[in-house]
């Protein structure tokens, strides 16, 4: 009888670790979830803004048509790579930051363009949205190494093997800001 | 790493139960000596606390942010400071867009509000907004939003409402027994032998409380919030990545002599540096409800990576007593190893200068305040009262007629 209530009440205890320990992981891989959402979020309006700032600039840069050309065919590549995995899309990215880092240095050059008040909204936009990409690439990063790290240490390795919880990768994209800029002269 | 440091408020939460003993013991005394029964003092003293803390619960933010004169801004007002707002936030993973808040005040300033996470607040001076650049304003927006994140204010409002109660009670009380004696003593006369004595010990034991428990409040009450100051500082370091951000900034900030007009001693600890300083004097090191600023600013500039624990060794860098650090153990264990980001490049040239930033914030200003602005075609700008009836206006510079 006694033996039968404690290996019931061991029973008991390993279910109510168990529930824990697989409920701390679901957690974790929502907040992935959620943070790679957010990249998502933050790609898409890069993408949406590239066009306003297209019909700005071109005003203006009448004679750097390769530029423009490249920044918009990169903005359509990404477009079209939007739903594929996360190595085809961040090289599609990558160019994208490069090309419109590449816009904003030869920009430097056309005052009258630096003047230009919708322009420098559209800069302002460009800039924080750069920053919220590689922010909230930053953020699934290390959700991703807590989760990941989560689903190593031991008791809740266990867990993990059984309910099937894999290890995430990781998100690298170089941003324009982090590309190096072409550096311009003006001597 | 993130609710980690949340957490683990292991600490706070002793030392504010060590304010709530104290407000027990002050009500079972006063209580012993007023009514010659304890509880009558515990019951009046949870009233009175009771009452402050449905205040608190039910006004405190707009009542904060009211007695700053704080006006709330939206995206366009501002976009660079709404921009900055929203980076930190992914940054640092908080789920709700916390509510924008600007003082018009040439002090440099900020602070949050915000008990429940997902209705929180930051309030940044005008001044601020002028003086810094992106990387400042970010150090600062993720020193506010760690406040938030690591649920700082609800923390410290649970301490104010302590430390409001334990004053009030001890002020009224000394008050009364001071009028007590001056009309004669009733009481102690009146009582005879042995409890003349114990009375007199009660006595004693009152009048020690009125002096040291506000002290002993207020004491506790710095050691929480500079604790939360220290966290909130390596918090903002671990989202931007970039410690030099925050330390440039603090380091505008206390060499501002400008003093914030509408801070007072309830709404100090909120601020990121004490608005109080002597007059004409900088801030740095005055205070007592923040670390000095000098030595924040040292600990981020000595920071090698940007996780919590390179902070922690910082702290014991700069301190040289070896042993204990300052953030909690579950933070540092969590996170590794962080390297830092190098400045933004749009710091340099790409950036809008002060005189722009000026211009900028002046605007949000003019904007918050429902000012119309009309582009005259000479190129001169009008801004019209909200209270501006008419349908035409001259314009000052060149003397046409613009129709509103």
């Not at chain 2, 070896?322 to 996170?335: E, L, V």
């Amino acid at each position: 009888m006694l033996a039968a209530y404690i290996i019931g009440g061991i029973v008991v205890i390993l279910a109510v670790i168990f529930v824990a320990l697989y409920n701390a992981l679901v957690k974790l891989r929502n907040q992935v979830k959620n943070a790679w959402a957010q990249i998502d979020v933050q790609l898409k309006r890069r993408h949406d803004l590239i066009p306003n700032l297209m019909e700005t600039v071109k005003g203006y840069m009448k004679h750097e048509r390769e530029t423009l050309e490249a920044v918009t065919k990169a903005r359509n590549l990404a477009q079209q790579v939007a739903s594929s995995g996360a190595g085809v899309r961040s090289r599609a990215e990558s160019e994208l930051g490069a090309a419109l880092g590449k816009l904003i240095a030869v920009a430097e050059s056309y005052p009258d363009l630096k003047a230009n008040q919708n322009f420098l909204a559209l800069q302002e936009e460009l800039t924080s949205t750069e920053n919220k990409i590689s922010f909230s690439r930053q953020y699934y990063n290390d959700s991703v190494l807590r989760y990941n790290n989560q689903t190593m240490v031991f008791p809740s390795s266990l867990v993990a093997g059984m309910a099937g919880f894999k290890a995430d990768d990781f998100f690298e994209i170089t941003v324009a800001a982090e590309k190096e800029t072409p550096k311009v002269s003006f001597t | 790493m993130w609710e980690q440091i949340g957490s683990n408020q292991r600490k706070s939460v002793i030392l504010v139960v060590a304010m709530a003993l104290l407000l027990v013991v002050i009500g079972y005394v006063l209580g012993l000596y007023f009514f010659g029964n304890g509880m009558g003092g515990l019951i009046i003293a949870l009233v009175v606390w009771a009452i402050l803390n449905l205040v608190g619960y039910f006004q405190g933010d707009s009542i904060l942010l009211g007695m700053a004169k704080a006006k709330k801004i939206s995206r366009d007002d501002h976009p660079r400071l709404y921009n900055v707002v929203e980076e930190m936030k992914i940054a640092s993973g908080l789920e709700k867009m916390p509510d924008i808040y600007i003082i018009d005040d040439q002090a440099l300033n900020a602070f949050a509000t915000g008990r429940d996470i997902n209705k929180a607040a930051v309030a940044v001076t005008s001044g601020l907004l002028e003086k810094l650049n992106r990387d400042e304003l970010q150090g600062v927006i993720g020193h506010e939003l760690a406040h938030i994140k690591n649920r700082d204010v609800l923390l410290m409002t649970m301490c104010s409402i302590l430390l409001g109660t334990i004053v009030i009670l001890s002020w009224y009380a000394s008050r009364v027994m001071f009028f007590n004696a001056m009309v004669g003593g009733r009481r102690t006369s009146s009582s005879q032998g042995g409890g003349g004595a114990a009375q007199l010990i009660i006595l004693a034991v009152a009048l020690l409380l009125m002096i040291l428990a506000p002290i002993a409040a207020q004491l506790i009450y710095f050691a929480v919030s500079r604790k939360r100051e220290y966290l909130a500082d390596a918090s903002s370091a671990l989202y931007t990545r970039y410690p030099d951000g925050l330390a440039s900034a603090l380091e505008k900030l206390g060499a501002s002599t400008c003093q914030l007009k509408s801070a007072n001693k309830a709404t100090a600890p909120m601020y990121i540096v004490n608005p109080f300083r002597k007059k004409g004097m900088a801030a740095s090191d005055l205070s007592s409800t923040h670390p000095p600023i000098s030595e924040r600013i040292r600990i981020l500039r000595a920071m090698g990576g940007a996780s919590p624990s390179e902070y922690d060794r910082a702290y014991q860098q700069i301190h040289q007593k070896g042993g204990r650090g300052i953030i909690p153990g579950s933070a540092i264990s969590a996170a590794g190893a962080i390297s830092l980001r190098a400045a933004s490049p749009a710091a340099g040239k790409k950036e809008p200068g002060e005189m722009q930033r000026k211009r900028e914030t002046s605007d949000a200003l003019w904007k918050v305040n429902k000012y119309r602005t009309i582009d005259c075609e000479c190129g001169t700008r009008l801004r019209l009262p909200p209270g501006f009836r008419g349908n035409r206006v001259r314009c000052p510079h060149c003397g046409r007629t613009i129709s509103v």
